[in-house]
């Protein structure tokens, strides 16, 4: 049982119109006016008026997702913070920082993580086997690629988690995903996102990009964390919607990469991705399948 419930189940009684004062509980009230909600009260009923920017009560109103949420205003990586809530035993619960003091990207890379992004971490119950966890970062791919899309911006994927947009020959980088998983019996796993949202350029990175850049408008940072959960829920489950959903968003399928792996460097044409994720490279002489890697793509010779 979470403090909150109690105010979300209020909030959601609010999709349907006023709600009578007499069953509108006080501390409902209070907690969500807490985290920044405002009511009138007019002949008998309490009004929803505002929700707060970007808040737990934004994002979770209408969302369409089976998943509780909260935001922090600093953390120092969502994804950690996640991590201690699936061993605390929770589930169904999105993490979101507006800025991260140490975000992570994968093999412990800096993930730079400004006010304006939407660093967020779900904790699920994983439903399928470990070996393919990488389709979640797959969906959560898909996720992000269709959010940019619904605002007009044209990403796609590189493999296996960057979402970029290409634009005149110049590629950036608008958001990763990074996917953790634990737990034996209990387990769980954590799918990371980082989405350039509403950055302006001069905090972004080098060779990055956000939605606001690209489009040239203020960004809803509440909208954009609602579709992705959304589209996540959609597709996490079900892995042949999400391969095929991933390989009709992605940029490297058909071109000629180099990716690095712990190892080794294999350059070729990635043909295709096996039901696990995994890159399949025509090297000329043989087939190659990387399971991890940093993926570059090729001019064509
Ligand atoms: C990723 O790693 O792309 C996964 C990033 C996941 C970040 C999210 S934010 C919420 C959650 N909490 C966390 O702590 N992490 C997750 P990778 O493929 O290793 O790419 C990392 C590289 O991307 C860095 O080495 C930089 O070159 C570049 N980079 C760093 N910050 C960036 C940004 N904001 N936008 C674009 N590129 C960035």
């Known amino acids: 049982m979470n403090d909150h419930d109690p105010a979300r189940e209020l909030l959601s009684r609010f999709r349907e119109g006023p709600v009578p004062v007499e ?106 086997p470990p070996h393919k966890s990488g389709l979640a970062t797959f969906a ?3 996720a992000v690629v269709d959010m940019a899309r619904e605002s007009g911006v044209s990403a796609e994927i590189k493999w296996p988690n960057d979402v970029q947009i290409a634009n005149n020959g110049k590629v950036n980088k608008l958001a990763g995903v990074l996917t953790e998983r634990g737990g034996g019996q209990e387990s769980w796993l954590i799918i990371g996102f980082g989405i350039n ?21 203020a960004v809803d940072r509440a909208a954009v964390a609602r579709s992705v959960l959304e589209r996540v829920y959609d597709l996490v489950d079900d892995p042949s919607r999400t391969l095929s959903a991933w390989r009709d968003r992605t940029a ?3 071109q000629r990469v180099s990716v690095q792996t712990e190892s080794e460097s294999i350059v070729g044409e990635a ?11 025509d090297t000329g002489s043989r087939n190659r399948t990387v399971t991890t890697g940093d993926c570059r793509h090729l001019r064509s010779a």
Do not use: M
């Not at 043909?271 to 490279?281: F, K, R, S």
């Open 252 to 254: 490297t399928l058909g």
């Open 197 to 217: 949202a509403d950055i302006p350029a001069a905090t972004l990175p080098t060779g990055a990009t956000s939605l606001r850049v690209e489009t040239g408008d």
């Open 23 to 128: 069953s509108a509980p006080e501390q409902a009230i209070r907690t969500l006016q807490e985290a920044g909600v405002e009511f009138t009260r007019t002949n008998g009923k309490v009004h929803l008026e505002v929700l707060p920017n970007y808040a737990w009560p934004r994002i979770e109103y209408g969302l369409q997702a089976p998943c509780t949420v909260s935001v922090h205003q600093t953390l120092e990586s969502t994804n950690d913070q996640a991590r201690n809530a699936a061993k605390a035993g929770q589930r169904d619960h999105a993490i979101f920082a507006v800025e991260q003091t140490a975000g992570r990207g994968r093999r412990d890379r800096t993930w730079d993580s400004p006010p304006g992004g939407v660093w967020g971490s779900l904790v699920l119950t994983p439903q399928l």
């Open 271 to 281: 043909t295709d991705v096996t039901e696990t994720g995994a890159l399949i490279i």
């Open 140 to 142: 959560a791919a898909v």
